[in-house]
């Protein structure tokens, strides 16, 4: 794939970046030398590599799924004003 002079002043307007036409010139060399490193990569058979999410072997560290209220609902309300059995109160507003 290859990039035009046209596609990076097209992709520069979208970006609302104002380029020159001698910026333009040089993205597009910059542009076109990352596609093509892009296109090497993709020659790369790593079709028996497992993904992985770090370099060393280690396993997610996950939380059981609880629904709960965080036994927080005391702090939460501790500095309102106002408040019945954990419930912020507020002046009625509407009659």
Request: hydrophobic content about 45%; overall charge negative; aromatic content about 4%.
């Amino acid at each position: 794939m290859s990039v035009d002079l046209a596609t990076v002043k097209r992709v520069a307007r979208l970006a609302r970046i104002a380029v020159s036409e001698d910026e333009a010139q040089r993205m597009m060399g910059e542009l076109n030398g990352i596609l093509g490193f892009v296109e090497q990569l993709s020659e790369v058979d790593v079709s028996g590599v497992e993904p992985m999410t770090s370099v060393t072997p280690m396993a997610m560290k996950k939380r059981e799924d609880v629904v709960s209220d965080g036994n927080k609902a005391d702090d939460v309300v501790a500095n309102a004003p106002v408040t019945d059995r954990n419930f912020f109160l507020v002046p009625k507003v509407v009659e």
